[in-house]
């Protein structure tokens, strides 16, 4: 018998939440951050190796999947979880996002977005409507709406317009969305950085009815500073009883600040990307292991880490693989990556258990700048 | 206490023979397969995973090394076993093999070699003694003597100037080699596919009296048929109580022939080189995943394979990876292949402890034939 989709809230500590999702694929502890795995794979990762650095849920586009190896060959194949061997939760986007980001090869309508594919310039149209069925087929755990990732900077009127036509998609996406027990579908905020926009969109979604509600449109080069003001705006009127999801955020420093403005659901590209390119998340910043100050260090990327990639091997070792563009420096960096990240949320937890949360974030604060040698600006997750 | 460095014969089948050898790095059941490590890294393996193939020793690369992070950056780190975390025995080329393949940037005197980098066009002299010494400082547990690995084809005159030459560098890699316990140092025989040159040359190394032999300069064009003559023609001179090396071997075929006529180890970079172009060995023969048949196959790429890439993924994912260039593909097919290759390597030392070798080389060639997708020229392993 599976499970009814449902978000249990355990504790507060401030604004700060911890809580348990449960599904037909597994229970999420809350914060939960999760692993993105674009084509139907955590790059680098085996999912075990996922499960491993304590991860419940992962990430899958639609985008991607819907053209390579389409839903249709992955729902043949018995559905994402089985294709991917991921058999825990799974949430996956609309593809909104993504279409609209393919700048000269995609066109909005009111329908939807046309669009030609990236891989081989085949033309699709992504509506609501298909999206929901997309996502049905992949067998999400969690389907988000089909919606308009407001660009940022947008004037009032633009944002207005923009979360209005995302309104009408999402009443399109909940109709289309076939309920089934334990499988749930998130309504996606919008309203750039005007709250009264941000106020409108979460009220009429709330209306509809989903399962959770995620905060979009932020973490497109805005800041931390206003990412931070929006969700405070948009957190007071987001039901108690449903989980948060903030799209795409993001650095650590933004994931602890959300959590202890409400959010409980997080993902984002940077520790697998990272791990990528030679930039690792520590617990006293990041550390690009490229630089030729580690290629004779002997020592662990955090000693204090219980990773294989630091339980096993040295900064001059990994500066080595990254030099020499070795995949294994790929597969050890966004291990632990995604370790730290995990440990991360794990630590948020036990302090929002604790009501200990505002120390955390202080003492967070303190070590994380203390070897970082990020200097972007922060907030692009 | 460190081991000395010990062949030990346990069982002959026909010429095959299994055997063990002793080192200071823990012991290595033969016939033995050597995954090749070229840049400290068995490339989208971790070494625990390598390990857990049933790999026993791995191979390195003097001549990458060398440039890269350099033998002094290695030794200060710790030797190459900690370094890579390779804590089993490590066999290491000479590097001459590969910068005589460097074209137009090496040139070869009695001296030695001088070669331009490929990495920053810097010059180096690499020879018999400076090879040894860069070995050394790697913690090789098993050295190769520097030779010259004659071309194919080469006439009877290029054959001998080039085998004496590498005699030569045999005596002088023999005098700069620092003898340890449980070290040991390989000869090379050369002599291209002249019998009595062959002969001459593993007199000659004999007389030097190293801890193994290798045969050299094979697979290198020749074909499987005169590979196997010259191993025919050279195995007899070679003494019982030493193990027997054949370089750069080969495709599944090629070792089964060979530990036929008496061959005890061999590397290859085949089965880690095709997992990242998505060709897979299996008993029926190779399978290139990419091919479109494979795209909706629920079925694995082996069913009776116990690899984690069989067990957990079908080839409709594989197919799905490769197409995607997902580096989880190449890490997948890579542990498949290898885990292929140790279990016929298992396999083989099984059937010679029960002393039915033809048997099983016999199976093997029905099987292997049945899938397989390969149509390239045998022996250019």
């Given amino acids: 018998m599976k499970s009814s989709f449902e978000f249990r809230l355990e504790k507060k500590s401030g604004r700060g939440r911890t809580g348990l999702v449960t599904t037909a694929h597994g229970s999420i502890q809350t914060p939960a951050f ?8 955590v790059k680098a990762m085996l999912p075990e190796s996922v499960r491993a650095t304590g991860a419940e849920i992962v990430l899958g586009n639609t985008y991607h ?30 593809g909104g996002y993504q279409v609209m980001s393919l700048a000269g090869l995609r066109k909005i309508t009111e329908e939807g977005v046309a669009f030609n594919s990236h891989l081989d310039g085949s033309k699709h149209l992504l509506t609501a409507e298909s999206s929901t069925e997309i996502q049905r087929l992949l067998d999400a755990t969690i389907s988000m709406v089909f919606d308009e990732c407001t660009p940022y900077p947008a004037t009032r ?6 979360m209005l036509r995302s309104l009408r998609w999402a009443k399109r996406s909940r109709l289309a969305f076939d ?60 039901p108690q009883d449903r989980p948060r999801y903030l799209m795409g955020v993001g650095k650590p420093p933004d994931i ?39 290629q004779d260090s002997p020592e662990p990327l955090d000693p204090a880490c219980s990773c294989p990639c630091c339980r096993q091997f040295s900064r001059g070792y990994l500066h080595h693989l990254t030099r020499s563009k070795e995949i294994l420096g790929a597969m050890l960096l966004t291990w632990h990556n995604l370790h730290y990240y995990q440990e991360l949320m794990a630590g948020l937890r036990q302090a929002i258990r604790e009501d200990r949360l505002k120390n955390f974030a202080h003492d967070f604060s303190l070590d994380y700048g203390s070897e970082n040698e990020d200097r972007s600006n922060p907030g692009e997750g």
């Fill in 34 to 41: 999760m692993p993105v795995g674009t084509q139907a794979t």
């Fill in 65 to 94: 999947l819907m053209l390579r190896p389409t839903a249709e060959r992955v729902a043949r194949l018995g559905g994402l979880h089985r294709f991917m061997n991921w058999p825990g939760p799974i949430l996956t986007d609309s």
């Fill in 157 to 162: 009127d633009q944002a207005q317009q923009s």
């Fill in 179 to 238: 309920p089934r027990a334990g499988y749930g579908q998130f309504g996606i905020v919008q309203g750039g950085i005007y709250p009264e926009l941000r106020l409108e969109s979460a009220a009429a979604q709330l209306e509809m009815g989903f399962e959770g509600y995620a905060i979009g449109g932020l973490a497109v080069g805005e800041g931390q500073e206003i990412m931070f003001q929006v969700i405070d705006q948009t957190e007071p009127h987001l």
């Fill in 256 to 294: 602890v600040g959300a959590v202890m403005r409400g959010i409980d659901m997080f993902d984002c590209v940077l520790p697998t990307r990272s791990g990528r390119t030679a930039q690792a998340f520590t617990r006293f910043g990041t550390v690009n292991i490229r630089n030729a100050r580690h």
